[in-house]
């Protein structure tokens, strides 16, 4: 069955410190993995995506992820923290043939000064 | 391009009523998704419609609900005879189609069902 976990429902971290956010995959076809975040009360924003090439992935906010297909994993990073990051962060897994995306159950960023 | 539109934000309605919400996605893009997200969960896919096509509907989307999209512009969503159950936050997201996969969100509706 395809699925994602995430398995960090909240992390503390201070304000400056490095961050890794685990996410881990199940699907059968060739991932496109994704992902989002979510202030309160807000839409979902997209972070970064990947569909091939590259494993390294760049995205906004001076985020960046790594796709290791070995361990079937994209956990996102950030190496200086600021406040403002403090969200739900979601990863989401897609694929080609699909529109659908298929996302995780969440992982709630709290950061403190 | 103002980004994808929901309206309205929040809805507070008694069980039994009827409750519709519409999405305007961004202007060129055929492709407009429903998701729902209950509290402490990730959005689940509800359906979706390429132009006015409705192409796919998920087991969540039980006979009380109906998406239209009937010029293959803005699009409803309607909840009939609320339950409890129902209260969630309902996400549009659009995309420009061809496998592209990369959703732009609204803000989302907040249904609270009384």
């Known amino acids: 069955a395809q699925s994602v976990t995430q398995p960090d429902i909240h992390i503390t971290v201070s304000e400056g410190a490095s961050l890794e956010l685990r996410c881990n995959y199940s699907?059968?076809?060739?991932?496109?993995l994704f992902w989002y975040v979510q202030s309160p009360g807000q839409g979902l924003q997209l972070l970064l995506k990947y569909f091939s090439g590259d494993t390294l992935v760049q995205g906004i906010k001076g985020f960046e992820a790594e796709f290791k297909r070995s361990q079937s994993s994209f956990n996102l990073r950030k190496p200086s923290v600021h406040w403002s990051d403090a969200a739900e962060y979601f990863c989401a897994v897609g694929a080609r043939n699909t529109d659908k995306l298929i996302f995780g159950t969440g992982t709630r960023l709290q950061v403190f000064p | 391009d103002t980004g994808v539109s929901q309206d309205p934000r929040h809805k507070i309605t008694k069980r039994g009523q009827n409750v519709t919400f519409r999405c305007d996605p961004i202007?060129?893009?055929?492709?407009l998704y429903w998701y729902r997200q209950t509290l402490g969960q990730g959005p689940e896919f509800l359906t979706y419609?390429?132009?006015?096509?409705?192409?796919?509907k998920s087991r969540l989307l039980s006979d009380r609900f109906s998406a239209e999209r009937p010029k293959g512009s803005f699009s409803t969503l309607e909840i009939q005879r609320t339950e409890q159950g129902d209260s969630a936050m309902y996400l549009c997201?659009?995309?420009?189609?061809?496998?592209?996969?990369?959703?732009?969100f609204g803000a989302g509706s907040r249904l609270t069902v009384l």
């Open positions: 202007s060129e893009h055929n492709r």
């Open positions: 419609f390429q132009n006015e096509a409705q192409l796919e």
């Open positions: 699907y059968g076809a060739t991932p496109y």
């Open positions: 997201a659009s995309s420009p189609g061809r496998g592209a996969n990369v959703l732009t």
